[in-house]
């Protein structure tokens, strides 16, 4: 690719618009709910018009055939094609789209060599306005999975050419990509065009049946949460002779915050959304803790503490560390008031430790084949479409984002943050021209100091 290419940040996010902070939970189809009194007692948390089910069937249902085009060929984007063709028949990636044609040939021929799907040299695109090529093709479908920064702008301009989309997690790294995420969202619904997020945990068996227990009473009204992703760091890209700080940064992008939204937003969004999605409540203000402790590349933390408070006055505590040699831990703990669930075991236990509930696995192997929650989001979306009806997980996603965005930014400037202020705010991390060329890293790369009067 010529280094010089350039696209300019207006034709980028040509007609973006803005809409309100209001929550929009509650507008996806409904295909199974809880209703009424459970048998031992429990009270539904809220009207079964309010939740949404998913079926989780082994295979996606048969019917028309479905043309897809890969936006973003990395490793996370070859892993969405592979889930998109594993979740039934009469499926193709028939285009792909990429910055770097090198990531393009590599899930190319993966797809060639493992799955038979040929992608055509006429159906494959390179440079900054790659994904408006595969966007325009006669295609039903694109799946985004390129990085976080592009999320709502390449969903938006999917929606206006008038394709259904999956588009990873998360969904904006900044309040202008949430108003823009939101705004293709409710032109998808209107134009019945599904959207489905990366956020596979809605698609978990263990997931859903836990949040249909959850939603049929048995924890009682939710008060409190706790959500951990502990973990070692992401293996940072090595940067090569002949490569500009752009392309180093794209290419490194989850070391880089104006790109990933940093770690907090990136990885510990999945239990935030788990509880943003049992609970159905947003974060109402936020206050947190971080720093860089041993991360020597990029310029994001390497952890963070963080005091989420939800509506009604509902805490949430969040623990992100990435740091080699520590005790690690990844899940969510959500207190009720006559009961807690936890991750670890998929288990309800009542105020005394009593087991109330425990998920199934074996008895879910004996029924199920096909238990990979990757697969089984596709095949969700796929049924939707292939079956006229709408299915939005886009929302809950964005109300996540939001959450983990508040967090970034509290730790960033030592400042606690409110869901209006931030979801107003004129916090914009695009650049004005998007270029393959060296830059002043003191503005791309500067590590955020809390406390600082700049700040």
């Given amino acids: 690719m010529n280094g010089k290419q350039t696209f300019n940040r207006r034709t980028f996010l040509s007609g973006a618009a803005v809409v309100g902070a209001g929550s929009m939970f509650g507008s996806g189809t409904l295909l199974n709910s809880c209703s009424g009194s459970d048998k031992q007692g429990f009270i539904p948390l809220r009207p079964s018009g309010e939740i949404y089910i998913p079926q989780l ?95 709502p702008y390449h969903l938006k301009y999917a929606v206006e050419q008038g394709k259904h989309a999956f588009v990873e997690k998360p969904a904006c790294v900044d309040a202008a990509g949430y108003r823009t995420f939101l705004v293709a969202v409710k032109q998808a619904l209107s134009q019945k065009l599904n959207v489905l997020t990366g956020t596979q945990y809605h698609h978990d068996r263990p997931f859903v049946a836990s949040y249909e227990k959850i939603q049929a009473g048995y924890i009682g009204k939710i008060v409190s949460g706790n959500v951990y992703y502990n973990t070692s760091p992401l293996t940072p890209v090595v940067r090569q002779p002949g490569w500009t700080d752009i392309e180093y940064m794209i290419r490194d992008f989850f070391s880089w915050n104006w790109l990933c939204g940093d770690h907090v937003l990136d990885q510990l969004i999945h239990w935030i959304d788990v509880f943003v999605w049992f609970s159905h409540l947003k974060p109402s203000k936020v206050i947190a803790t971080g720093s860089r402790i041993r991360r020597t590349t990029g310029n994001i933390y390497d952890n963070f503490g963080i005091d989420f408070e939800f509506e009604g006055g509902v805490h949430v505590n969040g623990l992100a560390r990435q740091i080699n040699g520590c005790d690690n831990h990844r899940g969510a703990i959500v207190q009720g008031e006559k009961g807690v669930w936890n991750s670890d075991d998929f288990s309800i236990r009542d105020l005394s430790g009593n087991v109330l509930w425990r998920y199934d696995a074996e008895a879910a192997k004996a029924t199920y084949h096909t238990h990979d929650m990757y697969t089984l989001e596709h095949i969700d979306l796929i049924n939707h479409i292939r079956s006229g009806t709408l299915i939005n997980t886009a929302e809950t996603t964005a109300v996540s984002s939001m959450a983990c965005i508040m967090a970034r930014e509290s730790a960033y400037t030592g400042k606690a943050y409110t ?22 890293m003191d503005k791309y790369g500067a590590i955020p100091l809390p406390g600082l009067p700049s700040n």
Avoid at 127 to 135: I, V
Avoid at 425 to 434: E, G, H, T, V, W
């Fill in 419 to 440: 869901w209006e202020n931030i979801v107003a705010s004129d916090l914009d991390m695009m650049p004005a021209n998007l270029a393959l060329e060296n830059v002043d």
């Fill in 57 to 151: 069937p082994d295979k996606a249902i048969d019917g028309k055939p479905l043309k897809a085009a890969l936006i973003g060929c990395g490793a996370r984007g070859t892993g969405a094609a592979f889930n998109f063709l594993n979740a039934g028949d009469g499926l193709s990636i028939v285009a792909c789209a990429d910055l770097f044609k090198d990531k393009l040939d590599n899930c190319r021929k993966l797809l060639k060599e493992q799955k038979n799907n040929e992608v055509a040299d006429d159906m494959c695109f390179t440079g900054f306005d790659a994904y408006r090529k595969a966007c325009e093709l006669p295609v039903d479908l694109v799946l985004i999975a390129t990085p976080n920064l592009f999320h």
